[in-house]
Structures are given as structure tokens and as C-alpha cells.
């Protein structure tokens, strides 16, 4: 029965182990680390998957060079594209270096810029980068129509069967260098490739494994698929998690993660990046969002993991330095520890300072103070960052203002006013 499967979706665990003996001398057979720390947290055995120290820092040469090693002369000749928000260029660069095969990559303009210099690093002359759009989706149109136009090879990020078969060899590793059986494996979902190829090669060689796809809260295609039964286009998406933000999934990626994906968690940015912060000041370990997914959603599991055998993929390092603001933002926010307030202060004498000595707490922070009105600074409405010690203070804070006679707006519940001002 689970040949059958197989072929029906034309990808083969012989495909896989295939593929793996094509990428071992190329890619890093990456660790497989026990974390003590998350292990004692959750009562489970907690490994991490380490592609993170791959040699583009993602899983994602694999799929990539293994694609590009099947090209024939002709196709060689003409070059490649492909559209990626980072991680897959990467890879497709490193491979276009090695293999001497010119590349064009679309990006789109939110790519983080640490993803676009080191597609320039790996690719060198091999490669042209083009940034359009916003989204991974915008990229993709456009690097469809340069393929046509130029009679290039379009190098798909994940709904390739090759693509697929190279991202499962990280399934290959797992099971070779795990000595205990494995309960759960945690991916992150993007387009669905890594899912797809390391479930097929687990679920056959370990069937009682349960695979869990996680998602981010602002791109849940996978999830919203699996609940039309068939796949759809995400109106909007969220990018901050750049790696797994897609508005529309893979058909051959679907096909597969429905026969194989126990279950898919989606977890807010917030909590990603909550995730991100613990894993850099617990670990010393830098991920990207994407990465960060699946540890992020042990918390989320947790009932189910006691006492089990866990592993998480963590899929990529790619991280941004400039980010870490934004992403301790975030972090704060879905934590309760920060909130913004649009405070309308009375028109009379000491207004600010009673704020300051009978509304704010003993340990609350000051983080953002600017009037909204700049011709009358002496009164009138201001916008208020506040940072909390621990989430339990906000109750009380906002009952003093009450009681002061301060009349606010709270900027974080309303979504619109908060992308507006912060």
C-alpha cells in the first residue's frame, strides 16, 4: 500500500536514497543534537535537527543542487531562474557556482538584506538578483514570465519532485543517527517541500512517526488547504516569517503532505519570536523565524510529547541582525510585557507628572512618549509605549489611569491604528 502511494505521487524513498548518495559530498551531514534544556522543560526527549549549520545555513541546497545536477547540456546552456525569499536562493546560487551555470533569482524587497548578500556571495558572476514585489508570490510571477521569455529552467522551491527528493534526505539523517524510535518530527511548512520529502521517507521507514507541519499564524496555506481539501490562495499574507510565508502551497506538495502530515500547529509571530530570543540567550543557537517554528511549537504541544521522543527540524539560520529589534518587539507584545496607549492628557498643570508618579507602576518603563499633536505640546493626546515587567501589571496599570482621569486608547487591539503608528 505505501509503494503504491508513493508512486502515485511520483516520489520514490528510492528517489530519496538516491538523492542522498548524489548530496553527501556536497552538503553537510548536519547533527542531530539532544537539547537538554528543552527536554527537561517538556518531561520528553528533545533533538534538534541541525540544518541551521548547513553549508548555506538551510536545508534548502539540497533540494536545489540536486534539481540543478539533473539539468541536461542544452539546459545548462540556457541558464536557470528561480524565485525564492532567501533561502532557496541560496541554495540555487551555490549550485549555480559549482555546477557553472548562470542564474537569474527573483527576490522579493522584503527579502532581509543579510539573505541577499550571501545569494551574491554564493552565486558570484554566476548569478543576477532581481528584488520585486513584497511577496515570495509576487517573485514567482515574475520569474515565470523571464522563463519563458528567456527559455530558462525555472528551479521550483518546493513543488518539484527532485526538489523534493533532495529536501528528504534530511529524513535519510535523521534516522540514521537517531538510536532511540522517534514519536514525533516537527517541520516548519513554507511551500511544503521539506514536509513532503522528509515524511515520505519517515512515514515508510517509521510509519508510527507522527508528523507535525507547523505554520505561521499569518501564512497558514498548508492548514487552510487541508481544510478545503484541496489547495487554495491566501488573500493576504503576513512576511515576517520570509521563510515559510506563502500565499499558495505546492499541488504535488499537498498531494503529499495530506497522506502524510498527522497534524499542522500554527503559531503566532509573536511566539516565534519569543522562540528565536530563548533559543540565542538559552542555546547560543541563531534561527530564522522559519527555523524557530517547530521549537516554537513544543510549547503548544506539550500535553502530547510527555514522555515521548521529539525531533525538531530547525531548518535555517539566516537571520538578520538588524531584525533583532523588530523581533524583541514582537517578542514583548505577544508576551504582555509592552502596549502602547494613545493618552489624552488633561488640560491642566502637572497633568504628565501625576502620569509619571501615580499611573506608572514601580518597575514600568517609559519606551515611547511623543505627542500626536506638535503645536500644542502643553496638552492634548500622546502616544505612550509602556514596558511591563511581567504581563500581571497590566491590569493595574490601566485601572490607574482610570481612576486618574486619563482617557487612552489601547494601540495593540487595534491592528490598523498599531501598523499605522507603530
Given at each position: 500500500?505505501?509503494?503504491q502511494?508513493?508512486?502515485?505521487?511520483?516520489v520514490?524513498?528510492?528517489?530519496?536514497?538516491?538523492?542522498?548518495?548524489t548530496?553527501?559530498?556536497?552538503?553537510?551531514?548536519?547533527?542531530?543534537?539532544?537539547?537538554?534544556?528543552?527536554?527537561?522543560?517538556?518531561?520528553?526527549?528533545?533533538?534538534?535537527?541541525?540544518?541551521?549549520?548547513?553549508?548555506?545555513?538551510?536545508?534548502?541546497?539540497?533540494?536545489?543542487?540536486?534539481?540543478?545536477?539533473?539539468?541536461?547540456e542544452?539546459?545548462?546552456?540556457?541558464?536557470?531562474?528561480?524565485?525564492?525569499?532567501?533561502?532557496?536562493?541560496?541554495?540555487?546560487?551555490?549550485?549555480?557556482?559549482?555546477?557553472?551555470?548562470?542564474?537569474?533569482?527573483?527576490?522579493?524587497?522584503t527579502?532581509?538584506?543579510?539573505?541577499?548578500?550571501?545569494?551574491?556571495?554564493?552565486?558570484?558572476?554566476?548569478?543576477?538578483?532581481?528584488?520585486?514585489?513584497?511577496?515570495?508570490?509576487?517573485?514567482?510571477?515574475?520569474?515565470?514570465?523571464?522563463?519563458?521569455?528567456?527559455?530558462?529552467?525555472?528551479?521550483h522551491?518546493?513543488?518539484?519532485?527532485?526538489?523534493?527528493?533532495?529536501?528528504?534526505?534530511?529524513?535519510?539523517?535523521?534516522?540514521?543517527?537517531?538510536?532511540?524510535?522517534?514519536?514525533?518530527?516537527?517541520?516548519?511548512?513554507?511551500?511544503?517541500?521539506?514536509?513532503?520529502?522528509?515524511?515520505?521517507?519517515?512515514?515508510?521507514?517509521?510509519?508510527?512517526?507522527?508528523?507535525?507541519?507547523?505554520?505561521?499564524?499569518?501564512?497558514?496555506?498548508?492548514?487552510?488547504?487541508?481544510?478545503?481539501k484541496?489547495?487554495?490562495?491566501l488573500?493576504?499574507?503576513?512576511?515576517?516569517?520570509?521563510?515559510?510565508?506563502?500565499?499558495?502551497?505546492?499541488?504535488?506538495?499537498?498531494?503529499?503532505?495530506?497522506?502524510?502530515?498527522?497534524?499542522?500547529?500554527?503559531?503566532?509571530?509573536?511566539?516565534?519570536?519569543?522562540?528565536?530570543?530563548?533559543?540565542?540567550?538559552?542555546?547560543?543557537?541563531?534561527?530564522?523565524?522559519?527555523?524557530?517554528?517547530?521549537?516554537?511549537?513544543?510549547?503548544?504541544?506539550?500535553?502530547?510529547?510527555?514522555?515521548?521522543?521529539?525531533?525538531c527540524?530547525?531548518s535555517?539560520?539566516?537571520?538578520?541582525?538588524g531584525?533583532?529589534?523588530?523581533?524583541?518587539e514582537?517578542?514583548?507584545?505577544?508576551?504582555?510585557?509592552?502596549?502602547?496607549?494613545?493618552?489624552n492628557?488633561?488640560?491642566r498643570?502637572?497633568?504628565?507628572?501625576?502620569?509619571?508618579?501615580?499611573?506608572?507602576?514601580?518597575?514600568?518603563?517609559?519606551?515611547?512618549?511623543?505627542?500626536?499633536?506638535?503645536?500644542?505640546?502643553?496638552?492634548?493626546?500622546a502616544?505612550?509605549?509602556?514596558?511591563?515587567?511581567?504581563?500581571?501589571d497590566?491590569?493595574?496599570?490601566?485601572?490607574?489611569?482610570?481612576?486618574?482621569?486619563?482617557p487612552?486608547?489601547?494601540?495593540?487591539?487595534?491592528?490598523?491604528?498599531?501598523?499605522?503608528?507603530?
Amino acid at each position: 500500500m505505501e509503494q503504491q502511494v508513493k508512486r502515485k505521487h511520483g516520489v520514490y524513498v528510492e528517489d530519496i536514497l538516491i538523492a542522498y548518495q548524489t548530496l553527501k559530498d556536497v552538503v553537510y551531514h548536519t547533527p542531530l543534537q539532544k537539547n537538554e534544556l528543552l527536554s527537561e522543560r517538556y518531561d520528553c526527549h528533545v533533538y534538534f535537527k541541525r540544518e541551521d549549520l548547513q553549508v548555506v545555513r538551510s536545508f534548502k541546497i539540497r533540494g536545489a543542487y540536486y534539481r540543478m545536477k539533473s539539468l541536461c547540456e542544452e539546459e545548462k546552456k540556457n541558464g536557470i531562474v528561480c524565485a525564492s525569499a532567501g533561502n532557496h536562493a541560496q541554495g540555487v546560487a551555490y549550485s549555480c557556482r559549482v555546477l557553472g551555470v548562470h542564474g537569474k533569482i527573483y527576490m522579493p524587497s522584503t527579502t532581509p538584506r543579510q539573505k541577499v548578500s550571501q545569494v551574491q556571495f554564493f552565486g558570484r558572476e554566476f548569478v543576477d538578483i532581481i528584488l520585486v514585489g513584497d511577496t515570495f508570490d509576487d517573485s514567482y510571477e515574475q520569474a515565470i514570465v523571464c522563463a519563458k521569455k528567456e527559455q530558462r529552467t525555472f528551479i521550483h522551491p518546493f513543488d518539484d519532485e527532485a526538489v523534493i527528493a533532495g529536501q528528504g534526505t534530511v529524513g535519510v539523517e535523521i534516522l540514521n543517527d537517531c538510536e532511540e524510535p522517534i514519536d514525533y518530527v516537527f517541520a516548519s511548512i513554507g511551500g511544503g517541500g521539506l514536509i513532503s520529502g522528509v515524511g515520505t521517507y519517515i512515514k515508510s521507514i517509521s510509519p508510527t512517526t507522527k508528523l507535525i507541519g507547523i505554520e505561521p499564524e499569518g501564512a497558514p496555506s498548508m492548514k487552510k488547504s487541508f481544510e478545503a481539501k484541496e489547495v487554495v490562495t491566501l488573500n493576504g499574507i503576513d512576511p515576517f516569517v520570509d521563510g515559510a510565508a506563502v500565499k499558495r502551497v505546492g499541488e504535488k506538495t499537498f498531494t503529499l503532505a495530506k497522506e502524510l502530515v498527522d497534524d499542522i500547529v500554527v503559531v503566532p509571530e509573536g511566539k516565534v519570536c519569543t522562540t528565536i530570543l530563548q533559543l540565542y540567550n538559552e542555546n547560543a543557537i541563531v534561527v530564522e523565524p522559519a527555523g524557530a517554528l517547530p521549537v516554537a511549537a513544543l510549547d503548544l504541544y506539550k500535553d502530547h510529547i510527555r514522555g515521548k521522543t521529539v525531533v525538531c527540524i530547525i531548518s535555517g539560520g539566516n537571520n538578520d541582525i538588524g531584525r533583532m529589534q523588530e523581533i524583541k518587539e514582537r517578542s514583548m507584545i505577544y508576551e504582555g510585557l509592552q502596549h502602547y496607549f494613545i493618552v489624552n492628557f488633561p488640560q491642566r498643570a502637572g497633568a504628565l507628572r501625576e502620569f509619571l508618579d501615580e499611573v506608572l507602576g514601580p518597575t514600568d518603563d517609559i519606551t515611547l512618549f511623543e505627542y500626536t499633536k506638535k503645536n500644542n505640546k502643553d496638552s492634548g493626546p500622546a502616544l505612550v509605549g509602556i514596558e511591563l515587567k511581567c504581563r500581571e501589571d497590566y491590569g493595574p496599570l490601566v485601572e490607574r489611569m482610570k481612576k486618574k482621569g486619563f482617557p487612552f486608547m489601547e494601540v495593540n487591539k487595534d491592528s490598523s491604528l498599531f501598523h499605522l503608528l507603530i
